[in-house]
């Protein structure tokens, strides 16, 4: 018989209470109501004033599922906060954030200006929902609020422009749904408001969707010949691209291109563009 790891009372508590905890929420979730936990109407914005615009001939972006920074939340945003450090990139689109200090700290230690936009607000948890973190200052920030007719669970897309010194490019950061159908919407909803700004589509973050079905949408994003990037989930042993960086603009340096271990249960995924000037 192989011996099993003595735990420390704090884990054995811990894991003790989690069945709990989880049926707690879920029970005062139902009892609140859904009009208070769905679509919270609360978008957060944390502006550097001395952010300078984007030079044109370069541009990185990277995405990046953060898992609510896990359960232990602390390890997991150092470990980010690291790969910050190391790749610097322009623009990061965060799915799965946990709204708290770790968004203080990106803004006032990272130097990123920051939006977030509020999914779900659930009973003795908070708030979670998608970020976008930017070096160069964001203007016409939008959020959007998508389908989700088949299995309820919110979602949204924050549409902003990133300010280059002789334009602006328009992007969308979103985490669509789980049921194929239901993302085939989100997507159209996401596209029809990029015709309303007669904007092309260019995105980033967790679509849930692999090539062959994001090819299946209308967005003209894959008009410009998008490729797609190498699997980001489950990160342990990862088997299926489903975290994306698309631009219908620009020329991506693909030796640029790189996956990056973070601790969640995504890999983060990042791109690097050049020729941008004319996003």
Not at 179 to 193: S, V
Request: aromatic share 8%.
């Amino acid at each position: 018989m192989e011996n099993t790891p003595n735990k420390s009372l704090k884990e054995v508590v811990r894991e003790g209470w989690k069945p709990f905890l989880a049926k707690a929420a879920l029970l005062g979730t139902i009892a609140w109501g859904a009009n208070e936990y769905m679509y919270p109407e609360d978008t957060t914005v944390m502006t550097h004033e001395a952010a300078e615009p984007l030079d044109d001939d370069e541009l990185t972006i990277m995405t990046a599922n953060v898992r609510g920074w896990d359960e232990g939340r602390m390890p997991l945003f150092e470990t980010f906060k690291d790969t910050l450090d190391e790749y610097n990139p322009d623009i990061v689109c965060l799915q799965e954030v946990k709204k708290g200090e770790e968004l203080t700290q990106l803004y006032e230690q990272e130097r990123y200006n920051v939006v977030y936009a509020t999914t779900t607000r659930y009973p003795f948890y908070g708030e979670s929902g998608n970020a976008i973190l930017s070096k160069p200052p964001l203007l016409n920030v939008d959020v959007e609020y998508l389908p989700n007719s088949e299995t309820g669970i919110p979602r949204n897309a924050i549409m902003f422009e990133v300010q280059t010194k002789q334009n602006s490019l328009f992007m969308t950061a979103t985490h669509l749904g789980l049921n194929q159908q239901e993302r085939a919407l989100q997507a159209d909803a996401i596209m029809g408001k990029a015709e309303e700004r007669q904007e092309n589509v260019n995105l980033c973050g967790d679509l849930n969707a692999v090539e062959s079905e994001v090819g299946s949408w209308s967005l003209d994003v894959l008009a410009a010949g998008v490729s797609y990037g190498p699997p980001t989930h489950p990160a342990w042993s990862p088997t299926r691209a489903i975290d994306h960086v698309d631009l219908a603009c620009g020329d991506e340096l693909f030796d640029q291109r790189e996956v990056i271990d973070i601790g969640s249960d995504h890999l983060a995924f990042k791109k690097t563009y050049v020729n941008i000037a004319d996003c």
